[in-house]
């Protein structure tokens, strides 16, 4: 009886968003879009964090790199297609990724937190300083008037925010499915058991540092990939996709939304993307506010939004069952 | 099957294990007893890679096992259960059989299929599960479960990885007459056919169980043999304080 | 040296409690901006050495009081994304009423123009004055550690918490002392160094990354450790300023991963 209550709901959610740019009007549709990207950054943070238990303080390296790799394809061999410019960034999360844990390998908590900044710090350095390949300051821009051309549906431009929507979309729908898929192979539930409990695993015969280093590369992928997408959406790449506080933001999006659960940091990306639109109109200083916010967050009530609803659905079904004057173990 | 020769510990200036010589034969179920800090789980834990003897080596069916990473000796067949419960909490029991069975049959990397869709490995957890009495509770998280039950699991995770060697560290620590009873049996059950070396205080389920017994005090083995041999052994009486060991038949 | 000065607090909590405090280094970066308006008020730079590190040790209190006391035990990602939002919001809040560029601090004139050590070789006063005063400082810890009994308590206190505590030593007064001294000693360092730098919101990350390098290099909760990584950083750098300016932060860079490779818990961190 649940499980078609919750695929029912979700056949409808997509519903909505396929329709929704015929629905809503252009605003809304550019600010989805943003909340798919979004969605895709942190759900590969999600297999590193909420899944295999990885306090990786560095992530903005993986998205940033990404970002840098397609944009560079894009400028450098501008003939290739755009969806190969995303691929690209993909792939190229995915290499740092996996030298990001392999030099972390050996770390566990703290010193991963740490070591993970650092590298991530290390690489927007390199790409502030590398002007010659990444225009440094500057940052890069210039594919605004490219066009993706569809078999059968004809060429668009990345200007048109209604393709776009749909670009993104699939896209987005691709990976967080993926990533989806992976959560519920024997490699994601053994991401769970180094979570749980990593020395165990060890014991088990299970290889650890391989299954790390795996995840870390997948999650560079996907990361890579929501790089790419950003730079196609906002038509520029710039060092600060990589420094802390964008490592801090995408940190922000799992906790808001839950970041022990596979939908928290979905949910956590979209309240993300609308507070910061809705802030901003209020006060230039709405970074502060989201991270008083969350440190506030932190310090008082950590689940987030995914852990309140468990937490009211845990309620509701007691009550329930209260009413109809069940107890908990006889009866 | 197994042997220790010359095997030392230590961690720093403090001497945990010197020079000990073990030998275990293949079908055996061997005791290792000592009082409270002889080394009874250091032992273990350089049995199992967690540790590097500092001297001496450590052969597994003619193999040298002695800095191995702990996941490599585990895939050459010598399994271990521990003495402070260390089961995946938060995952349910049968998650808990299943990530074992999956890491048995070397599965754990795969990500090509849905892990559901392993017929074979449902059908080992199952089977396990039932062995040791957990079926009914399969669904409930590990760390849910009563500590009997989690004793009773930490041991079905051991035995599902069907090892040659089981180690298994005071299975019954922490449970009562009526439980350790049942646990002994579960071992006896599970464990036949297999090599089996297991450290206990209780002295009732070390003389039921084992076929020969060793003694473990201040790091080195005071005595060795069948249970008649040690039972009468007057060092072994010494190092027990004569108490417990009188208190038996 | 300065990286020494803010290392310390940093690896001595650590120690204490197992959290790494990332809002330690903004405190070190608000006593930079303490300085700056201090030296614009009244410009006397002896007034802000003196006032700065004073509020930056009450904020290093508060910090103590309100977050890490509530953080602590609740696990270690809880702790991390504590201290470290609370970093990013103290950044931003300089970024507010200062904006993101460098602001200059005149050193005081007794420290200006150089010093002829030897033949032909000058040497700036001001960094002169630099290591003399973290010199100083440090003999000044160095004696209060070994030679007093509270110093024996802070010793206890890190290297055995629970069993500190069991022998009567009041971790918890402990702790909020450390946390003060600590944050003390990172406002010496950042009024010294707002002459030497100027003063910007950016000095968080340069600092993090530099005291992450003598932590991680020298070992978690070592302070000996941490003493010894902040030569060798500073060594590395100057080196690698003259020879080849690009690499220098690399090879700390390569430094640091050569450690997490070899020993992941630093020179002479403890052995998790």
Not at chain 1, 22 to 36: A, V
Not at chain 1, 266 to 280: D, H, K, P, R, T
Not at chain 2, 199 to 225: C, K, P, Q, W
Request: net charge positive.
């Amino acid at each position: 009886m649940r499980p078609s209550v919750k695929t029912f709901t979700f056949l409808l959610f997509v519903a909505a968003l396929a329709l929704f740019p015929f629905l809503g009007n252009k605003f809304h549709t550019y600010l989805l879009s943003e909340c798919f990207i979004y969605s895709v950054l942190a759900i590969s943070y999600y297999m590193l964090l909420g899944h295999t238990g990885l306090m990786s303080f560095g992530h903005a390296a993986l998205f940033g790199v990404g970002a840098y790799a397609s944009a560079i394809t894009l400028i450098r061999f501008s003939d290739l297609p755009v969806s190969l410019a995303l691929v690209v960034g993909g792939f190229s999360g995915l290499i740092c990724g996996f030298f990001i844990g392999l030099i972390v390998l050996r770390l566990k908590r703290i010193y991963l937190a740490f070591g993970t900044l650092a590298l991530s710090q290390m690489i927007w350095a390199v790409a502030w300083k590398w002007r010659i390949v990444t225009g440094g300051d500057d940052g890069m821009t210039g594919w605004s008037s490219r066009q993706v051309t569809l078999p059968w549906l004809g060429r668009f431009g990345l200007i048109n925010v209604t393709f776009l929507y749909y670009f993104v979309l699939l896209f987005a729908f691709a990976c967080v499915f993926l990533c989806w898929y992976v959560t519920r192979t024997p490699f994601g539930e053994t991401l769970s058991s180094i979570r749980s409990n990593q020395n165990r695993a060890d014991f088990l015969g299970i290889n650890v540092s391989r299954a790390r280093l795996m995840v870390f590369a997948f999650s560079g992928f996907i990361a890579g990939i929501s790089g790419g997408l950003f730079i196609l959406f906002k038509k520029a790449a710039a060092p600060t996709f990589l420094d802390i506080s964008t490592s801090f933001n995408i940190l922000v999006m799992s906790v808001i939304g839950g970041y022990a659960s596979f939908v928290g940091p979905i949910v956590g990306a979209f309240i993300y993307v609308y507070m910061m639109e809705y802030l901003s109109s209020f006060t230039e200083r709405w970074q502060l506010v989201m991270g008083a916010f969350f440190v506030l967050l932190i310090l008082f009530y950590s689940k987030g939004v995914v852990g309140m609803v468990e937490q009211l659905t845990t309620k509701v079904s007691l009550f329930r069952g209260k009413k109809r004057g069940k107890t908990t173990c006889s009866s | 099957m197994l042997v220790l020769k010359g095997v030392s510990k230590h961690f720093g200036p403090l001497a945990v294990i010197q020079r000990v010589n073990l030998e275990v034969t293949k079908g055996e179920r061997h005791a290792l007893i000592g009082p409270n800090g002889a080394g009874k789980s250091t032992l273990f834990n350089l049995i199992t890679g967690h540790y590097r003897p500092s001297a001496g080596e450590i052969y597994f069916k003619d193999r040298r096992i002695s800095g191995l990473a702990p996941h490599e000796i585990t895939r050459l067949g010598i399994s271990r259960s521990f003495q402070i419960i260390n089961i995946f909490r938060d995952m349910s029991v049968y998650q808990n059989m299943r990530i074992t069975v999956t890491a048995r049959h070397r599965m754990s990397l795969n990500f090509r299929c849905q892990v559901a869709s392993l017929g074979q490995v449902r059908e080992e957890s199952e089977f396990v599960l039932s062995r040791v009495g957990l079926l009914p509770f399969m669904n409930e998280p590990a760390g849910r479960l009563g500590y009997s039950q989690q004793r009773a699991l930490e041991v079905g995770l051991a035995v599902a990885l069907d090892p040659e060697l089981l180690l298994l560290d005071e299975p019954g620590a922490g449970l009562s007459p009526d439980e350790t009873r049942s646990i002994v049996g579960l071992i006896k059950e599970v464990t036949t056919g297999k090599t089996l070396v297991i450290v206990e205080h209780d002295m009732d389920v070390v003389f039921d169980l084992a076929d020969r017994i060793s003694v473990l005090n201040y790091g080195t083995i005071v005595a060795s043999g069948s249970p008649d041999e040690i039972r009468r052994n007057e060092t072994v009486k010494e190092v027990y304080l004569g108490n417990v060991l009188e208190t038996e038949r | 040296m300065l990286i020494f000065l803010v290392a310390s607090g940093l690896t001595l909590v650590l120690g204490l409690m197992d959290i790494l405090n990332f809002a330690h280094v903004s405190v070190y970066m608000v006593g930079a901006f303490i300085c700056y308006q201090v030296t614009q008020w009244t410009n006397n730079f002896w007034l802000a050495l003196i006032v700065a590190p004073v509020a930056c040790a009450l904020l290093g209190i508060l910090i103590e009081r309100f977050v890490i006391r509530r953080i602590h035990g609740s696990g270690h990602l809880n702790e991390l994304l504590a201290t470290f939002g609370l970093a990013m919001v103290i950044t931003e809040v300089v970024n507010w009423i200062y904006g993101s560029n460098p602001l200059p601090v005149r050193a005081p004139s007794q420290l200006l123009g150089s010093l002829n050590l030897w033949s032909d070789v000058q040497y700036p006063l001001y960094r002169l004055f630099i290591l003399a005063l973290s010199g100083m400082v440090l003999a000044f810890m160095f004696y209060i550690l070994k030679r007093t009994r509270l110093g024996i308590s802070i010793r206890a206190s890190v290297q055995d918490r629970d069993m500190a505590n069991a022998l009567g030593t009041n971790v918890a007064a402990v702790s909020m002392f450390v946390m003060g001294i600590g944050a003390w000693l990172a406002g010496i360092a950042g009024v010294i160094v707002a002459p030497y730098l100027s003063v910007y919101s950016g000095m968080y990350a340069d600092m993090i990354m530099d005291c992450f390098a003598v932590i991680a290099v020298g070992g978690l909760g070592s302070l000996g450790g941490a003493f010894i990584a902040s030569l060798l950083v500073g060594q590395v750098q100057s080196f690698g300023v003259i020879f080849i300016p690009r690499i220098s932060l690399i090879l700390i860079y390569l430094l640091m991963v050569a450690v997490f490779a070899l020993k992941p818990s630093g020179i002479l961190g403890k052995n998790e």
